[in-house]
Each structure stands twice: as C-alpha cells, then as structure tokens.
C-alpha cells in the first residue's frame, strides 16, 4: 500500500491500525478462499500487533503465513516492512471459520 498523508497518526508516522487492518484483511480472505467450497465463512477472531519500527513515507508490504488450518480457527503470521524490506511491525491472527448450520425442515 502506498503511503499518503491521511494514513498516518499526529506524529507523521503511519498509524498501526493500519497495519492491523491489512493483516486482518488480507488474513480474512486468505482463510474465506481456503474454507469457501464447504460453504464456510471466516471472520477476524483476534488481531495481535506488535510495532517495531516507524514507516514514513513510501509503501506497506504484507506477507502472510498460515500456521494452522483447523476445522474453527486459522492462524496466521504477518510480517509488515518498509520498501527496504525492513520488519516494521508482526501480527499474529486467529481468524474463526464457521460453518452453516443444517436449517430444519420448514424453516
């Protein structure tokens, strides 16, 4: 992502909701793509970010990494760098999988 100045918090740096946001998304649907064909669905179940290093200017990379494909829960790893692919900030998320529920008859 491409930083501009609305992304970033009073002190000039980009804000770390931002950060969070990215890997929850990117989380999110990387787990909905791996549970869709069982007509499942994921949602962002807990989000743990931890900032190491300040980015300014230029672009936020993410890079995903599942840790665990379970029946309810995925959990992944993301690292957050700069444009000089040095680690910005690491979030571990747990995304819940939850699956449709037989309807009774009638309903």
Known sequence: ?????????????????LYASMAESLTSLGTYF??????????????????????????????????????????WDVDITDDQERLCAVVRMTIAVRHPRDRPSGA
Do not use: Y
């Open 1 to 17: 992502m491409t930083v501009e100045e609305h992304h970033k918090q009073s002190f000039g740096l980009v804000h770390g909701g």
């Open 34 to 75: 791996g549970v869709a064909d069982e007509g499942a669905i994921a949602m962002g179940q807990s989000n743990s970010t931890s900032f190491l290093r300040p980015i300014t200017e230029g672009h936020v990379h993410a890079t995903c990494r599942a840790r665990h494909r379970g029946r309810t829960t995925w959990l």
